[in-house]
């Protein structure tokens, strides 16, 4: 069997290293995919430096920009030579950080032709993250296609997406602005609060304002109040325990917090300290519904398995329904430095508001 490189961990703050494995051929549905570019996560750093839900040497990595190579018997959406984008992390032969990648079609889409592929490989994990979390736990239809004159239900009462310059807070807004919620409040640092009333925000608070958590509450309780909440960050200081505070008791309020929630950072020579129990990391008021979002789940919505990757993702993306994140190109002369240099800008947290894009391939 042929081999190809891919980025690993060896152990926890362990420097990465490139491993040659097996290059799998492709069966049933599967594509065999060369992923030109991907974009690193705080998943990354969380596995690289905390060792997060892993077994090293784990190849990191879940947002797929590439080319089909290779296609299984039974494929039906895609032929040599297209090109797709994708979120997939079931196993090693469907992880980014690595020349080839082999998956089902159902977890791709086509890049529409007016996207490049720095542009489309920051768009999959976090969508489908912004879109399961608001099904699953929050409970909104998001009927596709959309109904002309749709009204959305959950019209009483605030969304709060506090990390809204996030990656998955921006999707997140973008998706509620094309069903037409109107009621949606966001925090991020002021210089993104003109993206943000572009996305669909009705108002922008600033989280680093002293005062930010009364000037959320003295603006959301006269108007009903705060019926749901996406936390973006999953900081423990930095967004749960505020919005512990912010949240009213028996207002039935329903809380999701992107997992896992980080009680102390990465940091060079540091490792970091995570807690997955949403419940047990702060004092919720009573009757507050508190989840850790769990986006790989989404597969188990059978409509949701088949399509939104493969159809409602590369649509919204053609129609200009949503736009992609800003992109920072980081530049090293191999797989390896890339990846390492992703890292370290991850940890250093020196981008605010864009995906850190890198080519996969040492081969243009």
Same mark, same amino acid.
């Given at each position: 069997?042929?081999?190809?490189?891919?980025?690993?961990?060896?152990?926890?703050?362990?420097? &990465?290293?490139?491993? %040659?494995?097996?290059?799998?051929?492709?069966?049933? #549905?599967?594509?065999? $995919?060369?992923?030109?570019? @991907?974009?690193?996560?705080?998943?990354?750093?969380?596995?690289?430096?905390?060792?997060?839900?892993? =077994?090293?040497?784990?190849?990191?990595?879940?947002?797929?920009?590439?080319?089909?190579?290779?296609?299984?018997?039974?494929?039906?959406?895609?032929? /040599? +030579?297209?090109?797709?984008? +994708?979120?997939?992390?079931?196993?090693?032969?469907?992880?980014?950080?690595?020349? !080839?990648?082999?998956?089902?079609?159902?977890?791709?889409?086509?890049?529409?032709?007016?996207?490049?592929?720095?542009?489309?490989?920051?768009?999959?994990? #976090?969508?489908? @993250?912004?879109?399961? =979390?608001?099904?699953?736990?929050?409970?909104?239809?998001?009927?596709?296609?959309?109904?002309?004159?749709?009204?959305?239900?959950?019209?009483?009462?605030?969304?709060?997406?506090?990390?809204?310059?996030?990656?998955?807070? %921006? !999707?997140?807004?973008?998706?509620?602005?094309?069903?037409?919620?109107?009621?949606?409040?966001?925090?991020?640092?002021?210089?993104?609060?003109?993206?943000?009333?572009?996305?669909?925000? @009705?108002?922008?608070? *600033? !989280?680093?304002?002293?005062?930010?958590?009364?000037?959320?509450?003295?603006?959301?309780?006269? #108007?009903?109040?705060?019926?749901? $909440?996406?936390?973006?960050? +999953?900081?423990?200081?930095?967004?749960?325990?505020?919005?512990?505070?912010?949240?009213?008791?028996?207002?039935?309020?329903?809380?999701?917090? &992107?997992?896992?929630?980080?009680?102390?950072?990465?940091?060079?020579?540091?490792?970091?300290?995570?807690?997955?129990? /949403?419940?047990?990391?702060?004092?919720?008021?009573?009757?507050?519904?508190?989840?850790?979002?769990? @986006?790989?789940?989404?597969? *188990?919505? %059978?409509?949701?398995?088949?399509?939104?990757?493969?159809?409602?993702?590369?649509?919204?993306?053609?129609?200009?329904?949503?736009?992609?994140?800003?992109?920072?190109?980081?530049?090293?002369?191999?797989?390896?430095?890339?990846?390492?240099?992703? &890292?370290?800008?991850?940890?250093?947290?020196?981008?605010?508001?864009?995906?850190?894009?890198?080519?996969?391939?040492?081969?243009?």
């Amino acid at each position: 069997m042929s081999t190809h490189p891919a980025v690993v961990t060896v152990g926890p703050g362990l420097p &990465l290293e490139v491993h %040659q494995i097996p290059t799998p051929a492709p069966t049933a #549905n599967q594509i065999r $995919v060369r992923c030109e570019w @991907t974009a690193s996560t705080p998943l990354d750093l969380h596995q690289a430096d905390g060792g997060l839900l892993v =077994t090293h040497p784990q190849i990191l990595g879940d947002g797929i920009a590439g080319t089909v190579v290779e296609i299984g018997p039974d494929v039906s959406k895609y032929k /040599v +030579g297209d090109k797709v984008f +994708g979120f997939a992390w079931r196993g090693p032969a469907e992880k980014a950080h690595q020349e !080839y990648v082999v998956a089902p079609e159902f977890l791709f889409g086509k890049i529409p032709h007016h996207v490049t592929m720095q542009q489309a490989v920051t768009v999959p994990n #976090n969508f489908v @993250t912004a879109w399961h =979390t608001f099904t699953k736990d929050f409970g909104f239809e998001l009927p596709w296609p959309k109904p002309e004159r749709y009204i959305p239900g959950e019209r009483g009462g605030w969304i709060l997406i506090w990390g809204g310059s996030s990656s998955v807070g %921006q !999707y997140a807004l973008q998706i509620l602005k094309w069903y037409g919620y109107t009621n949606i409040i966001a925090t991020a640092s002021k210089t993104h609060h003109e993206k943000l009333y572009g996305y669909g925000a @009705t108002k922008c608070f *600033d !989280y680093r304002d002293p005062g930010v958590e009364k000037a959320i509450v003295d603006f959301t309780d006269p #108007n009903g109040g705060i019926h749901f $909440v996406l936390d973006c960050i +999953g900081s423990l200081n930095g967004s749960v325990v505020p919005i512990s505070r912010i949240v009213r008791p028996q207002s039935s309020t329903k809380v999701a917090i &992107l997992l896992p929630i980080i009680v102390k950072d990465a940091a060079e020579g540091v490792k970091p300290i995570y807690e997955m129990d /949403v419940e047990k990391a702060t004092q919720w008021p009573e009757g507050v519904h508190v989840v850790g979002v769990r @986006t790989h789940f989404y597969l *188990d919505n %059978q409509f949701l398995a088949e399509h939104l990757q493969s159809d409602i993702m590369p649509e919204c993306l053609a129609q200009g329904m949503i736009e992609p994140n800003e992109q920072v190109i980081v530049e090293g002369e191999t797989m390896l430095q890339r990846a390492e240099k992703a &890292l370290k800008v991850l940890r250093e947290k020196k981008v605010s508001g864009a995906r850190l894009v890198w080519r996969v391939s040492d081969e243009v």
